[in-house]
């Protein structure tokens, strides 16, 4: 018995031995063939990477894609506005021109929301802006209104005339929320 283990380790160390020497020839055409498609894809992934990494780097906000800030770029966000207070008359105002027509306006005064001396000052004087409108309008004629924007000037007339009265601040605008100009 011991005879045919001799023979049976001798043919596995032939089997084993040509199995090694045909190892040592060289790697399977197979294998090979995807080792080097897992390269190529390595390389390509790492390729990606790079040009995104440079891209990212490149086109930073504000750069225009140089990579260096671009003054020409507008910031086309709608910047924070403060709306003022108003302070609403209580009627409106009907007046007779100068030259016999009737204007009716209804306006509100705008002003500094923050300015709550501004706001009781308004307030408590009520009676003599509605004076200085009236007077004013008063003054006009009818072709007065005729020019492209008549209700500009006016406001910038009535700011004025009402400013020089305030102490605590000044009116900022004047909103006309009816403006009526009616013929004989």
Do not use: W
């Not at 930073?60 to 086309?76: E, F, Q, R, Y």
């Not at 005064?109 to 003599?128: F, I, S, W």
């Amino acid at each position: 018995m011991s005879d045919e283990k001799d023979d049976n380790l001798n043919n596995m160390d032939d089997t084993d031995g040509g199995g090694m020497e045909s190892k040592k020839r060289g790697l399977n055409p197979f294998i090979i063939k995807i080792l080097s498609g897992v390269a190529g894809i390595v390389l390509l992934i790492t390729l990606v990477v790079v040009v995104c990494l440079l891209v990212v780097k490149c086109s930073t906000t504000g750069t225009g894609g140089t990579g260096t800030p671009d003054n020409g770029l507008t910031d086309i966000r709608k910047p924070h506005v403060e709306h003022p207070a108003i302070l609403a008359m209580d009627t409106p105002f009907r007046q007779q021109l100068r030259d016999g027509k009737m204007i009716q306006v209804d306006i509100a005064l705008a002003y500094a929301e923050k300015n709550k001396k501004l706001q009781t000052e308004l307030t408590q004087n009520k009676a003599q802006i509605r004076d200085i409108v009236i007077k004013t309008l008063s003054k006009l004629e009818a072709n007065y209104f005729s020019d492209v924007d008549p209700l500009s000037k006016l406001e910038d007339d009535l700011i004025k005339q009402i400013n020089r009265m305030l102490n605590e601040g000044e009116i900022e605008g004047i909103f006309f929320q009816e403006y009526t100009l009616m013929g004989n």
